[in-house]
């Protein structure tokens, strides 16, 4: 039996999917702008592409993000989403609003500096630059999704440790998302809010949020021990209070703010991994020791990836540019992007992934076993992309931070002469070649996705017609 919000979810893997090609389009457009001079001149401006690059990575997460939890609600109540017909109608909104944005970015480019811009056109704001309009209404369906867990909690009167921290998490995820609108003419004020909303959005918010997600996952895919990833958990919310908001500092080194935030935010801003590794570890030790049998290897193996990507992109890649003796050469080099390809993929991607192989076993294979050996290589090729892009960036990095800071002095003389530095330019080319090898893991992953499980003994699916009151 399929639950009419567990047929949303399926709405949004697709579009997250397919917002994670746009994604990476962008991306490989992106990275020839670095190889040669002049490239798409005055026709596609490289900022652009680099908005759609990022802008749309931020998107496929968060439509994974609720596609999991429409996926995974209603069986943890055992009952539908209440209000399950606006959740659908908010699906298209989001979904319009995306394909509106992307389409006045990619046609328009940029404005002028008018109230009218700021509105229809971009805000103007790195990362958060859809024009206002549309951020209004992104953040309508997320006060709406809001709406939809809460109510269904209350509604079937039952609370769980897991819910109860995904609805905790709501109150700051869409409080902090309020952020974008800010318009603080001071630079220095300006940029201290606005880090609130990036880091501590997408790095600690979106850290609880997988938190919830992948504690389902490992209750559904290893028969986990509730009592285990609940109390992990629990660790993961008291983690992001102690070490997240002062994490946050490492973003303060060099706006105006005082030199305190140099030492607290250099310590903190590494720890925030460990819980999410320490579920899944105690997790896999407690199914082995139970001998629970694993029948969905690739969600199992993107689960893992995502444990061990997280905590290496995040934790060891983040802590090793974070320590303000070497941030000061690092910032805003290439360095700077090799961290967050690797974060942000091994933190949200690869679950994503993991959860909509978990969905895919339910609607077509139920409890069978769950194979193909499409899922191998889109995990190798995919994988293997991108520790490749990363390494290449790193390379990159390493050598601005050297020859353009540290010798150069971080003059314009020192920034052409890394830019002709031969580990600089070796290192784009790389970072291009790996990018293609991600490419072809995401084709891949969409073949698998659309193969998998097709033919085997799928229990028969109907759509659940209750009301939802």
């Known amino acids: 039996m399929i639950y009419r919000s567990q047929q949303l979810a399926l709405r949004y893997f697709a579009a997250s999917m397919l917002l994670f090609g746009v994604m990476?389009?962008?991306?490989?457009?992106?990275?020839?702008?670095?190889?040669?001079?002049?490239?798409?001149?005055?026709?596609?401006?490289?900022?652009?592409?680099?908005?759609?690059?990022?802008?749309?990575l931020v998107l496929w997460l968060l439509m994974g993000f609720l596609g999991s939890v429409y996926w995974f609600l209603p069986l943890e109540l055992e009952r539908e989403v209440e209000?399950?017909?606006?959740?659908?109608?908010?699906?298209?909104?989001?979904?319009?609003?995306?394909?509106?944005?992307?389409?006045?970015?990619s046609f328009v480019q940029y404005g002028g500096t008018s109230a009218a811009?700021?509105?229809?056109?971009?805000?103007?704001?790195?990362?958060?630059?859809?024009?206002?309009?549309?951020?209004?209404?992104?953040?309508?369906?997320?006060?709406l999704f809001g709406v939809?867990?809460?109510?269904?909690?209350?509604?079937?009167?039952?609370?769980t440790g897991i819910l109860a921290v995904l609805i905790a998490d709501l109150?700051?995820?869409?409080?902090?998302?309020?952020?974008?609108?800010?318009?603080?003419?001071?630079?220095?004020?300006?940029?201290?809010?606005?880090?609130?909303?990036?880091?501590?959005?997408?790095e600690a918010t979106w850290e609880v949020f997988i938190g919830c997600v992948l504690a389902w996952s490992l209750l559904h895919l290893?028969?986990?021990?509730?009592?285990?990833?609940?109390?992990?958990?629990?660790?993961?919310?008291?983690?992001?209070?102690?070490?997240?908001i002062l994490g946050l500092g490492h973003h303060y080194f060099w706006i105006g703010t005082p030199s305190y935030w140099l030492g607290i935010g250099g310590?903190?801003?590494?720890?925030?991994?460990?819980?999410?590794?320490?579920?899944?570890?105690?997790?896999?030790?407690?199914?082995?020791?139970?001998?629970?049998?694993?029948?969905?290897?690739?969600?199992?193996?993107?689960?893992?990836?995502?444990?061990?990507?997280?905590?290496?992109?995040?934790?060891?890649?983040?802590?090793?540019?974070?320590?303000?003796?070497?941030?000061?050469?690092?910032?805003?080099?290439?360095?700077?992007?090799?961290?967050?390809?690797?974060?942000f993929w091994g933190a949200y991607g690869c679950a994503v992934i993991s959860v909509i192989y978990l969905v895919l076993q339910k609607i077509r294979a139920g409890r069978g076993d769950f194979e193909s050996q499409a899922w191998k290589w889109a995990f190798a090729l995919l994988n293997i992309g991108l520790v490749g892009m990363s390494s290449a960036l790193l390379i990159a990095g390493m050598a601005q931070a050297f020859?353009?800071?540290?010798?150069?002095?971080?003059?314009?003389?020192?920034?052409?002469?890394?830019?002709?530095?031969?580990?600089?330019?070796?290192?784009?080319?790389?970072?291009?070649?790996?990018?293609?090898?991600?490419?072809?893991?995401?084709?891949?992953?969409?073949?698998?996705?659309w193969k998998i499980g097709k033919g085997r003994r799928a229990p028969e699916t109907t759509l659940r017609k209750e009301a939802s009151g």
């Open 24 to 56: 990476i389009a962008a991306g490989l457009l992106t990275s020839l702008y670095y190889l040669r001079v002049g490239f798409l001149l005055d026709v596609f401006h490289f900022s652009t592409a680099k908005i759609l690059h990022i802008d749309t």
């Open 83 to 105: 209000w399950i017909g606006l959740a659908q109608k908010a699906f298209w909104i989001f979904v319009g609003t995306v394909a509106a944005v992307a389409a006045t970015l």
């Open 117 to 143: 811009s700021l509105w229809l056109i971009n805000q103007g704001r790195k990362y958060v630059e859809a024009p206002r309009w549309a951020c209004v209404l992104i953040a309508a369906v997320l006060v």
């Open 148 to 159: 939809n867990v809460v109510a269904t909690a209350l509604r079937a009167r039952r609370m």
């Open 171 to 202: 109150i700051p995820l869409i409080v902090l998302f309020l952020n974008a609108f800010s318009a603080e003419p001071n630079m220095s004020k300006d940029l201290f809010w606005w880090w609130w909303l990036i880091h501590l959005w997408v």
């Open 222 to 244: 290893l028969g986990a021990s509730r009592a285990i990833v609940e109390s992990w958990l629990y660790v993961e919310v008291a983690m992001v209070l102690g070490t997240g």
């Open 267 to 343: 310590f903190f801003s590494a720890l925030e991994p460990l819980p999410l590794l320490g579920m899944v570890i105690h997790a896999i030790y407690d199914a082995g020791a139970h001998r629970h049998q694993i029948l969905n290897r690739p969600a199992f193996a993107w689960l893992l990836a995502e444990a061990f990507g997280n905590f290496l992109g995040a934790g060891v890649w983040g802590f090793m540019m974070t320590l303000p003796q070497i941030n000061l050469f690092a910032h805003g080099t290439q360095w700077t992007a090799s961290h967050s390809h690797f974060a």
């Open 403 to 449: 020859y353009e800071r540290a010798i150069g002095g971080s003059t314009f003389q020192a920034f052409l002469t890394a830019q002709a530095n031969r580990w600089m330019t070796e290192g784009l080319q790389a970072r291009v070649l790996f990018g293609l090898v991600f490419t072809l893991g995401y084709f891949v992953l969409l073949y698998d996705f």
